[in-house]
C-alpha cells in the first residue's frame, strides 16, 4: 500500500523563546517492508535543516533557532510504499535454545538489558510471572504476551506521560501505545528474549477502528529465532501489516522520540500534534491497468 | 651537626634515593652533596619560601569532601624526583604503546568492534560500561584520534619495577603543579639545579596547542582553540586558566558557547567568533543538554551534532572512559597484543575479574591484604585500602561487591616505592607514583613533564591530592 | 573578547563607582542633617538622596527620629536593596571572581579586601561610631582600585571595558544629582552637591560671573576638566568606546557609538543659559533618558542576550 502523511508539530510559547535545538525522529525508514518515496520537513521560522543517519540507522534531523520566537512549528510530509503482507500469519515456534544457538544474539546486548524507559520493577515481574515461562516455545510466548498486554491493559489517555515507568504502567493496568509498547519489550527482555522500540504511523482506513491512529503510534520488535525482528502491536494486539509504516527503531521512546529539544527562555510552551495519514491513489497505476482493460476490450472487439 | 640526608633511613621496599645498602643511587650523587652542604636551619627557611610563594600565586585547588569548598595548595616538598634518562627511555616507550593500543580500542568499539567480536574483550564488559558512549557509535573522529592527552599513573614495586597503576583517559589533571613545581624550585633553590640539568618542563602548553592544532577540522589552516572550563569552583580551575594562558587560547564556560547551523562559536564583544578545537575540561555527561544530562548548563546545546559533523573537535574525544574504566583495565595488555602485534613494555598490577565467582569468593575473604577500587571512580574516592580497613568497611564492601561485581576490581596490595621527602623538618621516606603525561595530536609523543605524588602520612599509600598527598618536582634527565 | 568577560568587567566597575559615590554621598548628608538647619529637613533630604541612587522606600511612613538610621542602613546593609553598599561591594567582588583571570592580583586582592572588611562590618558598630569612618573606608578603598586598575592592568581591552563602567556609573549618577536639584537652591544646598561630588575645592578656582547654582550647574555638567562633571565622564567613556570598536573619534561604527556623540555634542555646545530656560530638570531628564538607552545600546552590542546569527 501507498501512504502519504503529514506529521505536524507546533510549540506555542507564552512569551518568546530564543536559542532553541530540536531534534526530530520523524522520516519513514527504507527496509524490506517498505519504503520511504518522499520527505520533506518543513520549520517556522525559517532555518537550516541538518540530517544524520544514527547508530541504529534511523533518520535524524535538527536544526537550531536563535532569534527570539513565540512559535515554532514542525511539519513533516512522507509518502510510503508498504510491502507486508495485508494478514500476516503468526510464525512457526521455535524453543530457547534455537534463540540461544543464534551467534548473533550476543550482539544484543542493548535489547537484552533494561534502558531508561524500560526497567525491570517488582510488578513487571509479577506480569511476567502471570504470563509463564518462555521455554519450550518463544514465538508463541512471545505473541502471547502481546495479547496479555492488549486484553488486560485499558487504553487510557492522559492516564500516563512520556516519563511513565513501566512498573507504573503495569501497576495502573494502563496507558497509551507507548506505555504497552515498554511493557512488551520489558516483558521480552526480561525473559531473556532481544526486544526494540519502534515508533511510527497505524492507518485507520481498514475498516475496524484501531488505537493509536490519530498521532504517532509504537509497538515492540522482538528477535526471534530463525525470523529475525518481528514486531507486534500491543496496543490493538495485531502483527504488524501493510497499514503500519515505521519510522525509527531504538531501545525506548528515548531514543526515538518524534520531537525534542531544548530552548532558552521562562516561558512555558503548549504543544500540538497533528497527524494525517491518507492512502495515496496511485493515478499512473490506476490508468495503466484503464489502459490495459481498454487494450483488452479492443482486442475482444476485434 | 649531621648533615641533610646523612641520616636518612628507607624501608623495606624500593626507595628511589637509596640502595640496599642506603648509599644514593648514581643519579641522586650530586643532589645529596649539594643537599649535604646546606644548613638545616636554610633548608627551613626555604621551604617556607617555598610555601609562601605558592599560596601567593594561588595555585590551589578544591576538595569537594569539605562542604565549603575549601581552597588549599598543593603541598610541594622541595626535593625533587630524579629519574635516569634509561628509566625514562622504558617509561615513555611503554607509556606511548599504552596509548596507542588504548586510543586503537577505542576506535575498534565505536565501530568495528572486531576486538569483541573475536571475543579478546567481553562484549558486556564495553557494553555495560558506564562511560561506553552509545552516541559515539560510528562517529568519526578528526584523525581517529581520541586520547589527546592522557595521565598514566605509574608505580614501582619492590623489585623496582615500574607497573601501570591506571590509565588517565578523560580529563587528566595535575599537568599545572608540574609546571609550577618546576617554576618554584628554580627560583627558590637553584643551588638544587647544579650538576643536573633536567629536561625543560616549560613547553608543555606550546605542545599541548600544537598537538590539538594538528587534530583540527580540515575546514581551517589556523584553528581557534579554546579551553572549556566548568568553571570558577571546579577544583582544576587554576589549572585550566594557567593553560590558557601560557597557550595563548580562550578559556571559555559552557554559557560563551554557542551552536548554530552545526557550527560552534563564542560570544564576544565583536560578536559570533568560530570555535574549531575544544580542549575540553567537562565530563562528557555535561557536554549537550541535548544528548546528555539535559539539566547541565556546563556545555552548550548542539555541541554533540556539530562534534558529530566534524565542524569542531572535542579533545579528548567524547566517550574515552571506557577504556579507562578500571574493569576493562585488565585487558590492557591484550589490546597492545591484538591491535599492535607488541608484548606490554609496561605491566599491569594483577587485577581480580570479580565478575568470576571464584575469584570473587577469594577477593572477599582476603579483603584485609587487597585493595578494592570502584571501576567508573577516580582521585582516591571509594575504595578500600585493606590493610588498613576496618572490619565494618570490609562488610560493607563485600556486601556492595556482592551486589554489583562489575562496579569494583580487587588488586594486591603494592608497595609503592619510597622517596627522602621533608615531613615537619625532618627528611623521611615517603610513597610516591608518577603520572607521566602524554599528548596525541599526529603522533604519539611523551613530554618530559611528569607529575609525582606523595603521600605524606608514614606508610600511607594514597597519594591522591583529594586525599592528602602532595607533589614534588619531576626531573628527567637527558642523554 | 568573550562577552561574558566584558560584562563582568563593565559591571564591576559600575558597582564600585557605585559604592564609593553612594558611600561619599551618604557620609555628606549624614553630616550636613546633624545641624540645626539640616535636621529640620532630614526627611526631604534622604528622600533626595534616595533619589540620586534611585531607591525606594517609605521615609515619610518612619518616626522622624528613625528617619536618618533607617535611611542610612537602607543605603548601606539592605541586602534586599540591590544598589546598598554591601550589595555593590558583593557584585563587583562577584564579578571579579568571573574574570579574576583578567585582573591583576594587586586588583583581586584590593576587591576582595574590600569585600572582606564590609561583610565583616555590623550595623551595630557603626550605630554605636557613627558612621563615617565606614563610610570613608569604602570610599578611599574604591577609589584606590580605580588607581591600581590604571597602575596595573595593561591598558586595552580589558582596561577600556573597565574604564567605560566607571566613568559611565559616575556621569549617570553625576546627572541623577543635579536632576534633584533645585534651582532656587540656597548655598548650602549647592555646597552640599559640591562635597558630594568632592568638588568643592576645584569649583572654587572657577570665576565668579554667574549665579551660584549656576555656577554649581555649569560645573558640575560642562566642565570639560573636571574628572566628575557628566561631559568629562563621557568623554572617556567615548574615549574607550572607539578605541573598542577601533573607529576614529568623531565617527561613529555602532548604535552605542552614534548616541554617545549626539548627547557629547549636546554637552560640548550647550550653554548654562540655555539649560536653566530650558529647565535643569527636563535637560538632566533627558540626558538621563539617553544614558539608559546607551547603556542598553552597550549592552547589547557587546554582550547581547541573544547574539545575532550570521
Known sequence: MQFTIAHETTYRYAEPIHESYTICHLQPLSDLDQYCTRFELSVIPRTRVFSYADRFGNFVQHFSVIPEHPLLSIAARSTVVTARPQDPQAPSGAPRKALLADPQLRLLYDFLSPSPLVEFGRNLRALSDEIGEAESDVVAWYLCAGKYIKDNFAYIKRATTVHTTVDESVRLRAGVCQDFAHVLIALCRLNGIPARYVSGYIFSGQGDSVLGAEASHAWCEAYLPEIGWFGYDPTNGKIINEYFVKIAIGRDYRDVSPVRGVYKGLAKSTMSVNVAMDELYDVDRERALARAFAEQQQQQQQ | ?479 | MLSRVAESLWWMSRNLERAETLARILDVNYTRTMDRYGSEHALPHWNAVLGIVGMQTQLELIAPSEVASTALHYCTFSSENRTSIVSCVRIARQNALYVRGELSSEVWEAINGLYLSVESSSPRSIARDGPSSFLRHVRDIAQAVGGIIDATISHDEVWDFLQMGRFFERAYLTNRMLRGIDPSASSIESQTLLQMCCASEPFAKVPHAMSETDRVVAFLLLDPAFPRSVRFALREVDASLHRISQTAGGTYSNEAERMLGRLLAILDFAQIGEITNEGLGPFTGRAGDRLDAFSIAVERIYFPRIPVAS
Request: with cysteine; aromatic share 8%; charged share 25%.
Open chain 2, 1 to 479: 651537626m649531621q648533615a641533610l640526608l646523612e641520616g636518612y633511613v628507607s624501608q623495606e621496599l624500593f626507595d628511589e634515593f637509596a640502595d640496599e645498602r642506603g648509599e644514593p643511587r648514581p643519579h641522586y650523587r650530586a643532589l645529596a652533596r649539594t643537599v649535604g652542604a646546606i644548613s638545616t636551619s636554610d633548608f627551613r627557611h626555604r621551604v617556607e619560601m617555598v610555601n609562601s610563594v605558592l599560596l601567593q600565586r594561588g595555585v590551589t585547588f578544591t576538595v569537594y569532601s569539605d562542604a565549603r569548598g575549601t581552597e588549599r595548595i598543593l603541598p610541594f616538598d622541595l626535593l625533587p624526583r630524579i629519574i635516569p634518562v634509561a628509566d625514562w627511555t622504558q617509561i615513555a616507550r611503554g607509556i606511548a604503546q599504552r596509548v596507542r593500543a588504548l586510543n586503537a580500542f577505542l576506535h575498534d568499539v565505536y565501530h568495528e568492534q572486531r576486538i569483541l567480536l573475536e571475543g579478546k574483550v567481553p562484549y558486556d564488559l564495553v557494553y555495560s560500561s558506564a562511560f561506553f558512549n552509545r552516541e559515539m557509535l560510528d562517529v568519526r573522529v578528526a584523525g581517529d584520534v581520541y586520547i589527546h592527552v592522557s595521565g598514566i599513573d605509574l608505580i614501582r614495586d619492590v623489585s623496582g619495577r615500574y607497573l601501570v597503576l591506571e590509565d588517565n583517559l578523560r580529563t587528566p589533571s595535575g599537568i599545572s603543579y608540574v609546571l609550577e613545581n618546576r617554576d618554584v624550585l628554580k627560583r627558590s633553590f637553584p643551588q638544587l639545579f647544579a650538576e643536573y640539568m633536567p629536561l625543560p618542563v616549560d613547553d608543555y602548553p606550546i605542545r599541548l596547542r600544537e598537538a590539538l592544532r594538528r587534530v583540527a577540522p580540515a575546514t581551517t589552516d589556523d584553528p581557534t582553540i579554546a579551553i572549556l572550563t566548568p568553571g570558577i569552583y571546579n577544583s582544576a580551575y587554576f589549572e585550566h586558566t594557567l593553560l590558557a594562558r601560557r597557550m595563548g587560547v580562550e578559556l571559555v564556560e559552557g554559557q560563551d558557547l554557542i551552536v548554530h547551523d552545526n557550527v560552534v562559536y563564542m560570544r564576544t564583544t565583536r560578536g559570533l567568533s568560530r570555535v574549531d578545537v575544544i580542549y575540553r575540561r567537562v565530563d562528557d555527561d555535561y557536554l549537550d543538554p541535548l544528548f546528555f544530562r539535559p539539566d547541565s548548563a556546563l556545555g552548550a546545546a548542539g555541541l554533540f551534532n556539530a562534534y558529530r559533523a566534524g565542524n569542531v573537535t572535542i579533545a579528548n574525544a567524547v566517550g574515552t572512559g571506557v577504556a579507562d574504566d578500571k574493569a576493562v583495565y585488565p585487558y590492557v595488555p591484550a589490546m597492545i597484543r591484538f591491535y599492535l602485534s607488541e608484548e606490554p613494555i609496561l605491566d599491569n598490577v594483577p587485577t581480580y575479574d570479580l565478575g568470576d565467582l571464584r575469584q570473587r569468593r577469594h577477593v572477599i575473604e582476603h579483603l584485609h591484604e587487597l585493595v578494592v577500587k570502584r571501576a567508573t571512580a577516580s582521585g582516591g574516592y571509594g575504595m578500600l585500602m585493606g590493610p588498613a580497613s576496618t572490619a565494618a568497611e570490609r562488610a560493607a564492601f563485600a556486601d556492595a561487591i556482592e551486589a554489583n561485581p562489575r562496579e569494583f576490581i580487587a588488586q594486591p596490595v603494592i608497595q609503592l616505592s619510597s622517596h627522602p621527602t621533608i615531613v615537619e623538618g625532618e627528611i623521611l621516606p615517603r610513597r610516591v607514583d608518577l603520572r607521566p603525561f602524554v599528548l596525541y595530536g599526529d603522533e604519539i609523543e611523551c613530554p618530559p613533564a611528569a607529575l609525582t605524588r606523595v603521600a605524606l602520612e608514614n606508610g600511607s599509600l594514597v597519594v591522591n591530592s583529594s586525599q592528602g598527598g602532595g607533589s614534588k618536582d619531576t626531573w628527567i634527565l637527558g642523554e
